[in-house]
């Protein structure tokens, strides 16, 4: 009796489901603190348009240009929102690949069990044949000791 095929290769294309499920882990985080990093930046700018607003505020200027201010902020704000949303979606996202992940590896350390468990079974096998053949060459000892 020899180990089964079937269970190295399922074990094998569990370990390939990881290693996918963790590049999509990856992915999903670098997705996250690229969006991150955009809502920062979109935060500093608020911040330093809003201060200039407010310096410009002070002194003599034009309708125009405070219009100009306050539209770019409004819009600012806008962008702000959307990023808040594609960063929500993005860690929702995250969520699930690291639920993929933990599948994956229940999954791979089910298969490398099955492997394990699959040689035992072997090894069992092959120290009951052995027994059964010391047996066997007992028993004809014994029986030739008999005879003579």
């Not at 770019?72 to 690291?98: H, R, W």
């Not at 699959?118 to 005879?147: C, F, S």
């Amino acid at each position: 009796m020899k180990p089964r095929d079937c269970w190295p290769v399922l074990a094998k294309k569990a370990l390939e489901g990881v290693e996918t499920a963790q590049a999509k882990v990856t992915l999903a985080r670098g997705k996250v603190e690229q969006l991150e990093t955009s809502r920062n930046k979109i935060n500093e700018m608020m911040t330093e348009y809003k201060e200039q607003s407010n310096t410009i505020q002070v002194r003599l200027h034009s309708m125009a240009e405070t219009s100009n201010y306050r539209h770019f902020i409004t819009q600012l704000q806008i962008l702000l929102k959307q990023a808040e949303q594609q960063i929500s979606q993005a860690q929702m996202e995250l969520v699930d690949a690291q639920s993929e992940l933990m599948q994956a590896e229940l999954k791979k350390m089910k298969m490398d069990a099955l492997v394990e468990q699959d040689l035992a079974n072997v090894r069992r096998w092959e120290r009951k044949m052995e027994q059964k053949q010391m047996d066997a060459l007992g028993v004809t000892l014994y029986n030739l000791k008999a005879q003579s």
